[in-house]
């Protein structure tokens, strides 16, 4: 079997073409494809702007900013998540907290979100920013979040790096119904990609107005939100400290091409997925639980071993060319983090399923062939391990 990576891009040869003609064009970046992605991804997923950036980083960093986080700011996030969401934060000045996860869905949890704002009022420590991560692809229990946002006064930036096509509630993630902002990623193991890529969505003009000049230096063209005279067409005023976050449109051609391909990619992951779900019913491995108003979009397919078995499946796995991962350690042990105060036992529930989880490999090019391999080397490593006992 040749080796089975656990995310990958899927690539057509009008994904190709489309990146071709923009290389033929005369606009590499800065171009029409840029605004055209925006209008496609807004509609998308229903919402009123979408604006592109380099990264999902970079699209967590400039919401961060457009939301005032500064130094003194408290942003909390979920534990179980790559380290950009909480990281967003610490490049703003501000402290990092963690709310440990909900041990079925590996969301964040609503019920310890609500007793750490308790005591956080208590303390005068509330946050400013709350970060949801829709773990997996599911999304995480945004009505309850938004009360308690409602309630303790903080604002709310989805992390839906995982999560374009999902939905919630009968509603495309990335709606932003339930919060601020909602920010995607396009990174090739992502649902769809352009390489490096991701954007901001928001329902919010003036949110839109502020991510979108951050990408580019603080600069605005604007005629109409010049402070000073403009002195000819060539024109142009820094009003903030921005970036070069930019993304080119050699990028959103791709991103255009993949956005019209989304709805057969959510299949497939979706029917992979439960391919998996058959194969493994008799397991006793914990399989991904889905609440009932989310429909995930499957970018992941975490499965909890035994604790003491992971790192012999993992090993036995990726011999037999299966590209199984790990999602996630959980951000609090990173090194970086443990220096700023965190430590083992934190965020218990996080910890414990990071000891077990191992993600199966699941992008739409695969096949049911594919996770019949997985599932019987799966098996086969089981077997090995009741006889060794
Ligand atoms: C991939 C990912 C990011 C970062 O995305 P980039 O586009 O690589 O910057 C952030 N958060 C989560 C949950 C991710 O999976």
């Known amino acids: 079997m040749e ?53 999902a980083t970079a699209a967590l960093h400039l919401s961060c900013l457009a939301l005032g986080v500064s130094e003194g700011d408290i942003v909390w996030t979920s534990p179980n998540s790559f380290v950009a969401s909480s990281n967003c934060a610490l490049y703003c000045g501000a402290e990092v907290d963690f709310v440990d996860i909900d041990p079925d869905t590996y969301n964040m949890s609503v019920e310890q979100l609500e007793q750490k704002l308790k005591l956080a009022k208590v303390k005068g420590r509330l946050p400013k920013i709350v970060i949801p991560v829709h773990f997996a692809g599911q999304s995480c229990d945004m009505v309850a979040i938004k009360a308690l946002s409602d309630q303790y006064s903080f604002k709310i930036i989805e992390d839906a790096s995982h999560a374009i096509g999902a939905k919630y509630s009968d509603e495309p993630v990335g709606c932003c119904k339930y919060s601020d902002i909602a920010i995607f990623s396009f990174h090739p193991v992502k649902i769809i990609t352009t390489g490096e890529g991701g954007a901001a969505i928001t329902n919010d003009e003036e949110i839109a107005i502020k991510i979108a000049d951050l990408r580019t230096h603080g600069i605005t063209r604007d005629k109409s939100r010049l402070t000073d005279q403009s002195q000819g067409a060539w024109y142009y005023e820094q009003q903030s400290l921005g970036f070069n976050y930019r993304i080119t449109d050699i990028q959103c051609a791709l991103g255009l091409s993949q956005l019209s391909r989304i709805d057969s990619f959510l299949e497939q992951r979706s029917k992979l997925a439960s391919c998996y779900n058959m194969r493994l019913s008799n397991s006793s491995y914990k399989k991904p639980t889905i609440d009932n108003d989310c429909k995930s979009s499957w970018h992941l397919y975490p499965l909890q071993l035994k604790s003491a078995d992971r790192k012999y499946v993992f090993e036995k796995l990726r011999e037999a060319n299966i590209g199984v991962n790990v999602h996630y350690i959980p951000i609090h042990l990173q090194p970086y983090y443990t220096k700023l105060g965190f430590k083992a ?13 191992i993600s199966l490999p699941l992008q739409p090019q695969m096949t049911e062939e594919h996770i019949d391999y997985v599932c019987d080397q799966l098996n086969k490593c089981v077997n090995e391990m009741s006889m060794a006992v």
């Open 3 to 55: 080796f089975i990576p656990y995310g990958r891009q899927f690539i057509s040869g009008a994904d190709i073409q489309s990146v071709v003609d923009v290389l033929q064009s005369d606009c590499l970046t800065q171009g029409p494809l840029v605004d055209k992605f925006e209008e496609n991804l807004a509609s998308y997923v229903k919402a009123e702007y979408a604006v592109m950036v380099a990264n």
């Open 345 to 357: 036992g934190d965020f218990p529930i996080a910890e414990s399923y990071y000891d077990k989880v």
